[in-house]
Structures are given as structure tokens and as C-alpha cells.
């Protein structure tokens, strides 16, 4: 398959406020020792009381749109993956919008959980495919230490905020998304969830007493479909792209757990030395995760110019994404 549109572009932006492991052993019955085995993560950022999602993703935005070479005016559309926008409603995007300064773009969230930022890219692909939309600025962003429950210790040690950008537009024909695959099983989202605030629980103080407005998840069950996914929707695309996994340079799993890491990268047969991981130093960003590695790893050289990338993701709902991209 043909590349059809390209990543000009990428920026991130974490929060300064780090919480370590032994932060957490202050809050809940926990272990630096339990968090880094089972986890991997050894820190996350935490973003500061007065500091909103759509502030982040105007300082991931502003930082793809410098590396991009565009100004804001030249977007005509931003796409931002998340669940922990600013408001019930208007649309982050709106903020993020005004905030830029996009005066031509048009702005909208999509609701993926972890897969929004993959989601956002393979909408925005498409209408770049259209030919309506020539720049489109898709982020991922997450506030999720804003709906968690720090006396929930199966949880509360996984999380970090923050926000990654990538500036999309038509390809040159030599670089590019090759191929990509979306997926969903509603069927499972009581798994992972926060069911409060909704129609479905309306706010109420009996609703906020039972906590669930907070997330709440079934660990080890999300574990297993997590690998299931990831691997599955790598194989799918990879497939569409007529590719096998060693012709991948670069795998960017979504950074949710080290040993869903490194089974995925076991599963796929992709050597450790070609996974890119960061999970120790931010915890699980949600929608951020994938964009923040795909711009760390083109920072520090890691990813570079005429590599090919996988990149898989797998989040509540459930939802997962996978896209074959030549950069
Ligand atoms: C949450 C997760 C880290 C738990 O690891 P696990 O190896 O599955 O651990 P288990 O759930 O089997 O729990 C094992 C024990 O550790 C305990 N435990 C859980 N969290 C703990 C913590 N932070 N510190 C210490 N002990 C903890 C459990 O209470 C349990 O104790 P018990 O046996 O006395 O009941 C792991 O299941 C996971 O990462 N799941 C996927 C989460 C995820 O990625 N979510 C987002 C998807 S996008």
C-alpha cells in the first residue's frame, strides 16, 4: 500500500511534579520493589492542581508545530485523543484551539481511552486522503491521576499525566503511514472503566460516596487482552502493509506494563534492542503514551529518517490500534 500521509512534526510535554515509587509507598501499602517487578515503572509525572489537559497539549502542539515548521494558522484541523478533557464539554480541542492560536482549524476530541492518539492519526489520515484537510495537528493527552483513586493501590501506581503531538500531512510519496488497523469489543468494557458522571451514573453525592467516577479496572484480565490485541492488530497491519515483523526498525508498543511490553515484543518475534521503551520514567499516559515515545525516540535519535515503525496500543473500551508508518 501506497503512503498516503506523513508526521512533519512530533512534540511532548509532561508536567515538571515527578511522583517516584517511594512517594507512593507514603500513600498506599505499596513497594518500590512490587511497582518495578510487576510494572516497570519507577516514576510518572504528575500534572499541578491548576494545570488543565488542554494546557498540556498546547505545549505538545506548539512543540510539533515548531519541528513542523507550520505556524497554527496553517492547521485546519486538530484532533485530540483523550478521556480526561477539561470540561464535560466543549471539546478540549476547542481550548487547544483558541490556545494555539488555530483560527482556521477545526477542532474536535475522540474518546478511545489509551488508543486515542492512534484513533486521531488514522482519522486524520483519512482526511488527508479525502483532500479536504491538508495539516492536521493530532494529540494525545491524559490527566488520568485526575480520576484516580489513590487508595486504590491495584491503580493508582500505574498512571502519569501529559501530552504528545504529532503535525500530519499528505505524504511525498516516499515516507508515511503504510497501513493501519483499528479494533473494539464493548462487550469488555466494564473492565476498565470510569462509570460515574454519565448518563449512566448522573453526579450525584451518592455516586461520588461509591467512587465511581474513578477508574476502575480488573488488572490481570486487562493484562491478558492486552497482548491478545496488541499482537493481533500488529499482525493486522503489518499484513495490510505486506510486511512481516522483521521488516519492522522500531516497535513503540503503548506503555502500559513492561511485561505487556516485552510479551508483545516476544509474541511479534521483535528483538528487545528494537522496542523502544520509556514506561519507567512516566507510568502509563494513556493516549499520550505512544505519541511522547514516537517524539522521544525521534529526540534522541533513536527513531530516524527511512525507518519503519510499528506502533500498537490497546486501551479501555476495549480499543486498540496499530499503524505501520516509514518516517
Ligand atoms: C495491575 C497489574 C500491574 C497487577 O499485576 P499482577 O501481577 O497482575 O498482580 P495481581 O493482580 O495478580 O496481584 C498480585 C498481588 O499483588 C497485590 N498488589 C496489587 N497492586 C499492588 C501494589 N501496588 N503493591 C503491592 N501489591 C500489590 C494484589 O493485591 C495481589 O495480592 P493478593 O495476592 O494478596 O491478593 C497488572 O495486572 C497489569 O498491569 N494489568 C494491566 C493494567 C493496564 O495495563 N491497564 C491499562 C491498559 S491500557
Known sequence: MKP????????????????????????????NDWIVERTGIHE????????????????????????????????????????????????????VQSGLGAVNAAALDISAACSGFLYGLVLADGLIASGKYRYILVIGSESLTNMTNWEDRNTCVLFGD?????????SDGTRGIISSYLGADGTLAKLLWAPGGGTANPISHEMIDKKLHLLHMAGKEVFLHAVKAMCDAALKALS?????????????????????????????????????????????????????????????????????CLTVVFGGGFTWASVVIKF
Not at 522483521?246 to 534492542?273: C, F, V, Y
Open 162 to 170: 501529559g501530552a504528545g503531538a504529532a503535525v500530519v500531512t499528505a
Open 4 to 31: 498516503r500521509s506523513m508526521i512533519i512534526g512530533t512534540g511532548h510535554y509532561v508536567p515538571s511534579r515527578i511522583l517516584t515509587n517511594a512517594d507512593l509507598e507514603k500513600i498506599v501499602d505499596t513497594s
Open 44 to 95: 510518572r509525572h504528575i500534572k499541578a492542581d491548576d494545570e488543565n489537559t488542554s494546557d498540556m497539549c498546547i505545549k505538545a502542539g506548539e512543540r510539533a508545530l515548531q519541528q513542523s515548521g507550520l505556524t497554527a494558522k496553517d492547521l485546519d484541523m486538530i484532533i485530540i485523543g483523550t478521556v480526561t478533557g477539561d470540561m464535560r464539554f466543549p471539546a478540549t480541542a476547542i481550548f
Open 240 to 308: 495490510l502493509a505486506e510486511m512481516s515483523p522483521d521488516d519492522i526498525d522500531l516497535l513503540i508498543p503503548h506503555q502500559a506494563n513492561i511485561r505487556i511490553i516485552e510479551a508483545t515484543g516476544k509474541r511479534l518475534g521483535i528483538p528487545k534492542e528494537k522496542v523502544y521503551v520509556n514506561i519507567d520514567r512516566f507510568g502509563n499516559t494513556s493516549s499520550a503514551s505512544v505519541p511522547i515515545a514516537i517524539d522521544e525516540a525521534r529526540r534522541n535519535g533513536i527513531l530516524k529518517p527511512g525507518m519503519t
